[in-house]
Every structure is written in structure tokens, then in C-alpha cells.
């Protein structure tokens, strides 16, 4: 029997699951190794916080996909990896060899080396202690009007921020929230018109963006910025981007200069072909992309077929990033900027495509 390891139910591994139901594999153990048995959409996290969703609506039952697909569940953290003995050391100290291995893992926040942001902000990621962190504070927000600081203006950050003061304001008391960019404005990247349509769009919603302001250290109740201002607020988001597991570091496979693991287009590790790696785990070798469900989501037909094929010795796919991903950006009430390459729309009717397409994406696994 050959063993195949899966680490982390992103996407990409979710996908595969279904397709190990379909289609089991003969003359293979597989392990999936999971921290959660529920795998939350991050596509869905700010529609939940708004309270357009309830979480049924936004998870993912990893566990029974698991057992439809034959697959054995693993309900631990990996905390380290090593390439060359081919194996993966779980939290609990438990040591899973592999013959093929394959990491769907997602990332870390990005805390940029700031004192302070892990210890006092609340990070974005893992989600259950954020959902749990957002119930405190909206308990917090029944007696008061709460000052939340939101730090980071990409997607995430924008869309949490709106979805934060539109829950908080729907249910009467109304917040102050602040997003902190550090470029001279929020979405970075995105195109100019997306910039300023955004920009608008923040203003109508009562969320004050501070642009060209780089947050330089947190502590508990106060944010500070490079230029020295200290500010008091209630709660700090922090939603600054996307680090690596550290781990990564030692485990002997080739990584980029984040420390994400470099693979080529096969979806393989560049050093130790044995190794997947898809989502935001990993950097496309030739034609880095941007970090985002978009596509982790598209790598998972991919990533299937290539797993297939490393057991059965078929031909390998190549997965080719689009150029430009379509992006959806919710903005609290039922409202979207949708932005591809250098065209930007809105309209309460894009909110309904981007539920349309995230509600179709969750009922696969239904
Ligand atoms: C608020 C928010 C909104 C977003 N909205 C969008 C959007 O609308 N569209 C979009 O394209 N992108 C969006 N993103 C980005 C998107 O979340 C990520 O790019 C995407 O989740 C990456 O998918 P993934 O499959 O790599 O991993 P993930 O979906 O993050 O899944 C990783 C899994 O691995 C597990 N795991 C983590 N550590 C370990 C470990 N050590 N061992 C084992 N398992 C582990 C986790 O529990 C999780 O189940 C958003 C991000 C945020 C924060």
C-alpha cells in the first residue's frame, strides 16, 4: 500500500476529497491531517459577520467528507516537516510517514514584525478564534458604541471592516472603525478606479480610511503609528496579509524568499517532487500570484489529476493562473465592487452573483 499524506483541509484538499469520493484510489492509505473538523469559507467569513450568513451556511463538514471519501482523519496540527526522512510531526508529537505528500494549509497573518500584533490583535486567521474574538466584542457593543481599528486595506481587511460596521450599526450601536493603510490608499492591488471607488464607497459606509499610515506597534487598547500618534481603541484587527507556516523553514523542501513553498507547475515541490503544495502554501515558481481562494480553488482540479497520475505514472496537468481573477469585494449591506483587471463594477445586483457563486461553491460539499 502506498501512503498519501494530506495536510490541511483548504480548498484545494476539500475538492480532492470530493473527488476520492467519486473515484476512490486502489492500493492507497490516505491521511488527512486537519486541526478543524469544519473548514470555514473565508469567501463567506465577512457575509457571516454582517449576519447575512449563519456559520452552517459558511462551513465545509471536512470530517464526513472524509469518511465518504475513504479517508482516514487526522484531527491535529503538523508542526513540522521533514523532506528528507519523508515524514510530518503532528502537535501531539505523533510522527506520519508518507510516500506522497501533499499541503493545502492556507497561511498565517502577517503580523510584519510588529510589537506588539500578535500578543494584543486580534488575527483574522486561525478563523474559530476570530469568530470567537468578534462574539466578545459584539457582546461588548450591547451596552456601547465600540472604536475598532482595522490594520490592513486589502480585500480582507476592507470587506471586515465595512462588515464589522454594518453589523455593529444594524443592531443600534453603531461603531467607530478605522482602516489603516499604509499606501496611500486601500486595495493595492487593484486598479486605480477600484481605488477610488472604494474609497467613496468606505466614506458612504462611515468607515474612516487613514491612508500613508503604517501602524507601528499595538498594545492592549492602543495602536501606535510610525509617525508616534497613539491611539485608544477597543479592539485591533489585524488583517496585514499572508505569512507562512515557520516550520516550512527547516523542512528541507525549496521555498521563496516569503518562505512559502516554491512549486512548479505540476503543483510539485521544485526540490522534492514526492511534496504537493497548492493555495496559499505555495508559490508558483514561473508565474507567482497574488494569495487568494481564487486560486486554490482553480489549482484543486489540478491538483487532483496530479495526484492521480504521481500514483498510476499518467501524464501531469499544468496549472496556468489566470491573469487577471475576478474579485468581489462585499462592502457590509448587500452591496459589491467587483474588479478584474483594469474594469470596476457595483451594484446590489453583484452581490448576488458573488452569493450565487459562494453559496454554489459550498453546496458541492453539502
Ligand atoms: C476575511 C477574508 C476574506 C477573504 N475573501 C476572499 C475572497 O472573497 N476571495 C478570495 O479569493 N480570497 C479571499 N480571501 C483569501 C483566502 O482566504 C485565502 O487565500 C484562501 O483561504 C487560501 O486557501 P487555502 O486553500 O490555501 O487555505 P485555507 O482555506 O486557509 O485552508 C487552510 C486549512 O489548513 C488548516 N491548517 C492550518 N494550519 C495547519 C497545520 N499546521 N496543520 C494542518 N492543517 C492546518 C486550516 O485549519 C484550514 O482548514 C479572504 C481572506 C480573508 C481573511
Redesign the pocket.
Known amino acids: 500500500m502506498k501512503r498519501l499524506l494530506l ?7 476539500a475538492a480532492l476529497l470530493l473527488d476520492l469520493a467519486a473515484s476512490k484510489l486502489t492500493g492507497v492509505t490516505v491521511m488527512l ?4 473538523t469544519h ?5 463567506m ?2 457575509g457571516l459577520i454582517a449576519g447575512h450568513y449563519s456559520r452552517d451556511d459558511i462551513q465545509i463538514d ?1 470530517a464526513s467528507l472524509a469518511q465518504r471519501s475513504g479517508v482516514e482523519l487526522v484531527v ?4 513540522a516537516l521533514d523532506a528528507a526522512r519523508r515524514c510530518v510531526t503532528l502537535g501531539s508529537g505523533r510522527e506520519i510517514g508518507y510516500d506522497l505528500a501533499s499541503l ?5 497573518p502577517n503580523n510584519c514584525g510588529v510589537p506588539g500584533a500578535k500578543e494584543c490583535a486580534i488575527a ?3 478563523f474559530e478564534e476570530f469568530l470567537a474574538a468578534w462574539e466578545r466584542l459584539r457582546a461588548k457593543a450591547a451596552n456601547r458604541s465600540l472604536q475598532i481599528a482595522v490594520v490592513g486595506a486589502g ?2 481587511g476592507v ?2 471592516a465595512l462588515a464589522m460596521r454594518f453589523a455593529l450599526a444594524s443592531s443600534g450601536t453603531p461603531p467607530g472603525v478605522v482602516l489603516f493603510s499604509d499606501k496611500p490608499f486601500a486595495l493595492p492591488d487593484h486598479p486605480p478606479a477600484a481605488q477610488r471607488s472604494i474609497a467613496r464607497l468606505l466614506s458612504m459606509e462611515r468607515v474612516e480610511l487613514r491612508v500613508d499610515t503604517r501602524i507601528a506597534g499595538v498594545e492592549p487598547g492602543f495602536v501606535t503609528g510610525a509617525s508616534g500618534r497613539r491611539e485608544a481603541f477597543d479592539a485591533v484587527v489585524w ?1 496585514a496579509g ?1 505569512a507562512p ?1 515557520p516550520w516550512f523553514r527547516n523542512s528541507g523542501l525549496g521555498l521563496d524568499k516569503d518562505g512559502f513553498i516554491l512549486v512548479d507547475a505540476t503543483l510539485r515541490s521544485v526540490t522534492n517532487p514526492e511534496v504537493f503544495a ?4 505555495a508559490t508558483l515558481d514561473a508565474t507567482p500570484h497574488p ?7 482553480r489549482q484543486a482540479t489540478v491538483l487532483a489529476h496530479n495526484i492521480r497520475s504521481s500514483l498510476s505514472g499518467g501524464r501531469s496537468e499544468r496549472f496556468v493562473p489566470q491573469k487577471d ?1 475576478l ?3 462585499s462592502i457590509g449591506r448587500k452591496y459589491c465592487l467587483a474588479t478584474r483587471g483594469q474594469w470596476t463594477l457595483e451594484g446590489e445586483w453583484l452581490w448576488r452573483v458573488k452569493d450565487s457563486i459562494d453559496r454554489r461553491w459550498i453546496r458541492r460539499f453539502h
Open positions: 495536510v490541511g483541509g483548504g480548498h484545494a484538499h491531517v486537519t486541526p478543524d473548514q470555514t469559507y473565508s469567501g467569513l465577512p471536512v491535529d496540527r503538523a508542526v493545502n494549509l492556507g497561511s498565517l483574522v486567521k486561525p480585500a480582507a470587506e471586515l488583517v499572508a507556516q497548492a493555495g496559499d502554501s494569495k487568494s481562494g481564487v486560486y486554490a480553488i481573477a474579485a468581489l469585494i
